[in-house]
């Protein structure tokens, strides 16, 4: 899916599905959220998101907020370099970013008020990762009401949110091959794409032991949270 929108090119392929897929992604984070505002756990949700913690606070914990920041921001990836380049001389530069930050903002305590709440209605632990999504969640949603409904949205929101995530990624790969070496746009996209999807085997396979088996013995940590943890 992601090939094919970078092959469509900025305008038809990018520009286009990101508008739709954006405003979709928010339309069904809004209805979660106000899903979650029913939960008996929202008022101790909200606690664990916004009240400080002097004791559980280190330099490592800054750390982890920076990074999270330059990741959210995709700060140091070159796609901020690949998407203005398509910029037009009158556009405002400063007051974008801003938006953008704000936004950031926005999505992410919208999100956090989302997930948490359910954590903290059945009493989870807040502290397993993505575990969270891929393992808790499935089966906190069958025990809510309309959990087909609910978790079809929710992990349709989940699909959108990495694809918008992917498409900057292959872009500025492809951008780079075809200013360099004088591709074509769908032959920069199918090479890019493809050695993404050969190269992101092991990752996508890390927690299954299919490949690598004793890699999490050898390094402390499954192959795909080695790789996160170096870049």
């Known amino acids: 899916i992601t090939m094919g929108i970078v092959i469509s090119g900025v305008r038809k392929g990018i520009e286009f599905w990101s508008k739709i897929m954006t405003r979709a992604l928010f339309v069904i984070l809004l209805v979660l959220f106000f899903y979650s505002l029913s939960l008996q756990g929202f008022g101790k949700a909200a606690h664990f998101i916004f ?46 970013a801003c938006v953008i930050g704000f936004a950031v903002i926005i999505v992410a305590i919208l999100a956090a008020l989302t997930l948490f709440p359910v954590i903290f209605t059945f009493g989870m632990s807040p502290e397993q990762g993505p575990g969270l999504i891929f393992k808790t969640l499935p089966f906190l949603f069958a025990k809510l009401p309309g959990a087909q409904v609910i978790s079809t949205v929710f992990f349709t929101l989940f ?73």
Not at 176 to 200: C, D, H, P, Q, Y
Request: hydrophobic share 45%; net charge neutral; with cysteine.
């Open 159 to 231: 699909v959108f949110t990495a694809l918008t995530s992917a498409i900057p990624f292959i872009e500025v790969c492809a951008t780079n091959l075809m200013e360099l070496l004088g591709w074509k746009r769908k032959k920069a996209a199918l090479i890019v794409a493809s050695s993404t999807f050969i190269f992101g085997i092991p990752s996508a396979l890390s927690y299954s032991s299919e490949l690598f088996g004793s890699w999490q013995t050898i390094y402390g940590r499954p192959f795909l949270e080695t790789i996160d943890t170096l870049v």
């Open 51 to 96: 009240y400080p913690n002097k004791e559980l606070f280190n330099v490592s914990s800054a750390l982890e907020a920076l990074g999270l920041a330059f990741f959210t921001l995709s700060l140091g990836q070159g796609i901020m370099i690949s998407y203005g380049s398509y910029m037009n001389k009158q556009d405002n530069i400063p007051k974008m």
